[in-house]
């Protein structure tokens, strides 16, 4: 591709207090200046990346921004020894998407903090079928494994089972083993979560319990929630003894109202979980696990592709709660 060629991406632009969406033609010319740019083949929606293209100032403090917080593709020119032209190459973490403009655009310039290696195993459109729901599911239940989490421990719960992280979190708990409880509010999905591993579906309405009680009966071994309030709140009450349980959402609420009471008498663990910062030894560690022996056989059920022209209606339908599984967006 010559350098002069223009290239497609999604603009997210403010005005008078209003956001709207636009699909700009920009030359390869207009990029900033950075380590590494690399072309997009593929990219995935996540619910950050709904929240920064409606304009919310706590994910994206500027506009006009291209949003996107991973990105799968080909390298297209380094000023860094550790990345080469033609390298394939994951994408993510450290501002990308929210500081920085991100995989909505066919080409993007990064840090080279931002960049790894496309592991052995994975192809581009399986990076990002994974993406940061994927990549978050794996490190939660590598952080509930390292606090003791094994099947024979018993059942692990994991909320919001239709989205990005649920979803991918069902398929690799399942294909390692564990005896999955998905919880979910979309009745007509029950289905696909089995299709997908789990050994048993609940109404969000079974783990959304009243909070008056400060404990409840102990069933969950581990517990990956990704959409916090009560529904978070509930698990922690209802864990096992010296158990744990991982938070990485908000889409109920950032918000929790909880006692002492399940850390104090139930030693319970509340693992906080973040992708963006982690450090970039743990990230390729977690990357290499989902290119062997974590990657589940069943991807393409929870992947739904989509171009850039059709990305507009899929953003305002993960923010509706009306998507299940992972939207793959191909350049």
């Known amino acids: 591709m010559p350098i002069s060629e223009t290239y497609n991406t999604l603009v997210v632009t403010e005005i008078n207090g209003h956001f709207q969406r636009t699909i700009e033609s920009k030359s390869i010319l207009d990029l900033p200046t950075s380590d590494v740019v690399v072309e997009v083949h593929y990219s995935s929606l996540n619910y950050k990346d709904a929240l920064s293209a409606s304009g919310n100032k ?75 729901g994927g990549f978050t599911a794996a490190q939660s239940l590598a952080k509930l494994i390292k606090f003791g989490l094994t099947p024979e421990k018993g059942p692990l719960l994991i909320t919001g089972a239709t989205g990005g992280v649920g979803s991918t979190a069902v398929s690799i708990a399942a294909h390692l083993g564990y005896h999955v409880v ?19 579906v609940l109404d969000r309405t079974e783990v959304d319990l ?71 030894p743990e990230r390729k560690a977690i990357w290499n696990k989902l290119a062997t022996n974590w990657k589940p056989k069943n991807l393409q059920l929870i992947c739904t592709e989509c171009n850039l022209s059709q990305l507009n209606n899929y953003i305002d339908a993960m923010l509706q709660g009306d998507i299940t599984g992972r939207i793959v967006l191909k350049h």
């Open 58 to 132: 706590g994910v994206t403090k500027h506009y006009p921004h291209t949003p996107g917080i991973n990105a799968a593709g080909i390298v297209y020119s380094s000023s860094t020894p550790t990345f080469n032209k033609g390298d394939q190459v994951i994408v993510g973490g450290y501002g990308f998407g929210t500081a920085i403009n991100g995989g909505f655009g066919q080409y993007v310039s990064v840090p080279s903090q931002c960049v790894i290696p496309l592991p052995d195993g994975l192809s581009l459109n399986e990076a990002m079928i994974l993406g940061t």
């Open 182 to 200: 998905a919880a979910t509010g979309k009745k007509t999905a029950h289905d696909f979560l089995k299709k997908l591993g789990a050994a048993k």
């Open 210 to 280: 009243p909070t008056e009680r400060p404990m409840l009966k102990e069933k969950w071994a581990g517990c990956i929630d990704s959409v916090g309030g009560n529904i978070l709140t509930s698990a922690l009450r209802a864990t096992k003894y010296g158990c744990a349980v991982t938070t990485c959402g908000l889409t109920q609420s950032p918000d929790i109202t909880a006692t002492v009471f399940p850390f104090i008498l139930r030693g319970i663990n509340l693992l906080g979980i973040d992708s963006a910062s982690l450090p970039l």
